[in-house]
Every structure is written in C-alpha cells, then in structure tokens.
C-alpha cells in the first residue's frame, strides 16, 4: 500500500470459499499491531509472559518478526515488525502482479 502498510490474504480450507466453519485454523482470524523494531517485539513478549500469558514466536516470516497470543476475549492478537530489505521488497513488488494473476486463474479453473 502507498503508505508502507501491509494486507495480507490467505487461500484456506481447501478452496470452499470465505466462509467460517469448524475446520478453519485458528490462526486466521486475527489483529496485528506493528510496532517499531524487533527489540520492541522482543520486549513486549516478555512482559506478556510475566504476565503469564502464553505467547508463540518470535516467528520470523522472512520480512516481518512475531508474535501471537490470545486477548482475554479469545481473539488472536499478533504484533510485529518489521525485518524486510529493501531487495526483498522491490523483488516482491516485481512479482507480485504475475503471482496474482496465476492464483486468480488457478482458482478460476477449479471452479
């Protein structure tokens, strides 16, 4: 997006569509927070744990660093980082339009 940000989309549950059910992963429905560095990330897993608050990561998704635990309502929360290069990104904006495409036609014959 024009200002940095992310959006990120993911192709589950085989294909059936957008649609909430049993076997869909926990981890799909979701907030992220970023916050500035990795240090911040690491710090704030820490407090959580004190807190006694059980926390997954860091996870290092090649671009951006995480972590993932639950809010006292049941919803996934994940705050993270960002670790991109600059090469990283210009290589993903290159292939970003072609990749889409090719999904978009995969899922179009499969219907």
């Given at each position: 997006?024009g200002d940095?940000?992310?959006?990120a989309?993911?192709?589950?549950?085989?294909?059936?569509?957008?649609t909430v059910?049993?076997?869909?992963?926990?981890w799909?429905?979701?907030?992220?927070f970023?916050?500035?560095s990795v240090?911040?990330v690491v710090?704030?897993?820490?407090?959580?744990?004190?807190?006694?608050?059980?926390?997954?990561?860091?996870?290092?998704h090649?671009?951006?660093?995480?972590?993932?635990?639950?809010?006292?309502?049941?919803?996934r929360?994940?705050?993270?980082?960002?670790?991109?290069?600059r090469?990283?990104?210009e290589?993903?904006?290159?292939?970003?339009?072609?990749?889409?495409?090719?999904?978009?036609?995969?899922k179009?014959?499969?219907?």
């Open positions: 997006m940095g940000s992310y959006i989309f993911f192709d589950i549950c085989d294909g059936k569509g957008a059910s049993s076997d869909m992963p926990p799909v429905h979701h907030f992220a970023e916050a500035e240090a911040d710090q704030m897993k820490a407090r959580l744990e004190r807190a006694g608050v059980e926390v997954l990561g860091i996870t290092d090649h671009f951006i660093n995480s972590i993932y635990f639950f809010d006292p309502n049941g919803l929360l994940e705050i993270t980082a960002r670790t991109e290069t090469e990283y990104m290589k993903a904006k290159s292939e970003a339009h072609a990749a889409l495409a090719s999904w978009t036609e995969q179009r014959s499969s219907m």
